[in-house]
Structures are given as structure tokens and as C-alpha cells.
């Protein structure tokens, strides 16, 4: 399949995709995903409105590239669309596996899709598949490329570290690198480097300030508990994998608590949508513009995104928007 995606090809297919939705009984088709406008003179008006996009998993197959542009399209064709796009991670089907070949393709597949869709503003945060060349073996990097690790996906995005701060519209906003890699594989931590760092940034940010964090892998999330592979009931116990939850969250909650001005934490990863509310903390996990990586529906959730209205007062809101995807019936051939 070429990856070269055409403007006119990705309009056809998003159309195809809604009316075969709305036609085919899918149960939630398009027109339930399409938030309400803000009626004029509401006295609630947010002071940023968001759509959150996570674990778009682009990639030649599967289509992946006119989900991704349909899902850009829905976002920005409301009637009060959002004004800030947050990425939560794992742009691309997988590069901590990839070859250094397939992993370009993706890049430029993602770039390309972006730069012809997007007409917002976007903030990015990293995933483990964004890490080139994790599992040297496989990817056949040395690490010794000027690529490899988090550095490729950094060039390409036109960020100078994978964490960060800034502000808009009153509130703050932390963007964590959440992964880190651990031999052949990665587990979710923040470094002392970076937790010295988050201290630091968030001491200098005004109580009267809200602040919203940004992560890939979630800090604190009750959907983790739906994943076979990395939870599981042993000796009256349940266990759950550092690679789907930060292995040191009680330190980092610890010190949100310290602040008091931490309102809400986003992130993606396990391709499921849930809000935990613990400390006066919210923390809402996505789930993924691609669902089952494009196969369909993963497990309840379908293809979406977040949009969260941010209010002047350090209140928000929260909707997972499904965008009306339809998956190829093969998809999981």
C-alpha cells in the first residue's frame, strides 16, 4: 500500500466512513460524538476548550492516515471547535521496534497528515512507540545514531526536551516524558532529574493558578486493572505492570497534593477512557484515536478524543467524543 495519502483520498473515505456508520447501526454512530455548541449568552463560556488526542498509531495500513485526518477534520469542523490540540503520546504505529526505514515512513506519514489537516495549535507529548530503536535487536539500531531514542521523535516535532511548561488562558500546563526505557523494553517513571525539575516548575506557579499535567502513560488510572497482559490476582493480590502506571505515582501525587492547585492529569496508553478523583486531584485517561489500533472497537471504547473545557475559575469538563470511524473489515487479518 503507498503511503502517500491525498487530500481528495482522505475527504472520500472520511465521507464514506460517517455515512456507513450512520447507515451500517453502528452503536455510536458519528452524530452521538458531536459536542453541543455553546448556546449564546450562556453564562458558562470556558475560558480554553481542548480535544486530546492519544495512541494515533499512524501508519500505512490499516488506513490509519485518513482516521487520523478524519479525526482532525471532526475536531475542527464543530460549532465551537476546540482552540488547542494536546497529542498524549504514541503518534506513530510503533518505532521502538521498527527498522530505521519503516520508522520514517511513519514520521513522514504523520507529518504529512498533520500539515494538510490541522489548522490548531498542538502541543505534543511523547509514547513509548515514539522512541526509536528501544529494542536495539529488532530496530537493528546501535544507539549510536543521531535518531535514536527520543531524539528522532523530538527533531520531528520541534521540541527541545520531552518535558516541559507553559501557560495559556490562565491555566498552566506540565507535559511529562513519562517513559523510560529498561533494557530491551521501558516501564513508566519520572527520572529525579525530572521530578526535580517538575518541583521546581511548580513552585513557581502561582496558587491561584490552575494546572493541568500532561503524561503518556497515566499516573494514576483505574482502567489498568483491564489489561490481561500487565495486571493480574496472585496470592490475594493484585498486581499492576510499571509499564501501565508510573511506578513512583504515589511520590508525584504526594507533591500535587503539596501544591494544591493541580486540577486535572491526562493520559492515554491503555486505549480506555475512566476518571479516578483521589486528593483533590482528577485524572482522566483517554482512550485512543485509533482504538484497537485501528482494528475497531477496543474492548468499550471506540476511536475518539478528549475534549476538556478549561473555565477561568480552575473548573473543567470532560467528554470522550467518538469521531465516527469505521475500521476495515479485515482489519484483523
Request: glycine content about 10%; overall charge negative.
Amino acid at each position: 500500500m503507498s503511503s502517500r495519502v491525498t487530500r481528495r483520498e482522505v475527504l472520500q473515505t472520511a465521507g464514506l466512513a460517517a455515512a456507513t456508520a450512520l447507515l451500517g447501526g453502528r452503536s455510536l454512530p458519528a452524530a452521538l460524538g458531536d459536542p453541543p455548541p455553546i448556546q449564546p449568552g450562556s453564562p458558562r463560556r470556558p475560558a480554553l476548550r481542548i480535544a486530546h488526542l492519544t495512541d494515533l498509531h499512524v501508519q500505512p495500513e490499516r488506513r490509519a492516515a485518513e482516521g487520523f485526518a478524519a479525526c482532525l477534520r471532526h475536531i475542527q469542523s464543530q460549532p465551537d471547535p476546540a482552540e488547542l490540540i494536546l497529542t498524549g503520546g504514541d503518534l506513530v504505529m510503533d518505532s521502538f521496534e521498527a527498522t530505521f526505514d519503516r520508522t520514517k515512513l511513519q514520521w513522514d506519514l504523520f507529518t504529512r497528515v498533520l500539515k494538510d489537516e490541522c489548522g490548531l495549535p498542538v502541543e505534543h507529548c511523547l509514547g513509548n512507540h515514539d522512541i526509536w530503536g528501544g529494542n536495539k535487536k529488532k530496530s537493528g539500531a546501535t544507539g549510536d545514531e543521531p535518531q535514536y531514542g527520543k531524539k528522532w521523535a523530538l527533531e520531528v516535532l520541534g521540541l527541545e526536551s520531552p518535558y516541559r511548561s507553559f501557560d495559556r488562558a490562565g491555566w498552566h500546563f506540565v507535559v511529562l516524558d513519562s517513559v523510560s526505557p529498561n533494557a530491551d523494553g521501558y516501564i513508566g517513571t519520572l527520572d529525579e532529574a525530572q521530578m526535580d525539575w517538575l518541583r521546581a516548575d511548580l513552585a513557581g506557579v502561582p496558587a491561584s493558578t490552575p494546572v493541568l499535567v500532561l503524561s503518556h502513560i497515566p499516573i494514576l488510572a483505574a482502567c489498568v486493572l483491564n489489561d490481561p497482559q500487565g495486571t493480574g490476582e496472585k496470592d490475594g493480590e493484585w498486581r499492576v505492570s510499571a509499564r501501565l502506571m508510573l511506578a513512583n505515582s504515589r511520590k508525584i501525587r504526594m507533591l500535587f497534593a503539596e501544591r494544591g492547585n493541580v486540577k486535572l492529569c491526562l493520559s492515554g496508553h491503555i486505549h480506555l477512557v475512566d476518571r479516578v478523583d483521589y486528593a483533590g486531584v482528577s485524572y482522566v485517561c483517554d482512550g485512543a484515536v485509533s482504538a484497537k489500533w485501528w482494528r475497531g472497537v477496543h474492548y468499550e471504547c471506540h476511536e475518539g478524543y478528549g475534549r476538556i473545557d478549561l473555565y477561568a475559575d480552575g473548573t473543567w469538563e470532560h467528554r470522550y467524543v467518538p469521531y465516527g470511524w469505521v475500521a476495515e473489515a479485515n482489519a484483523d487479518a
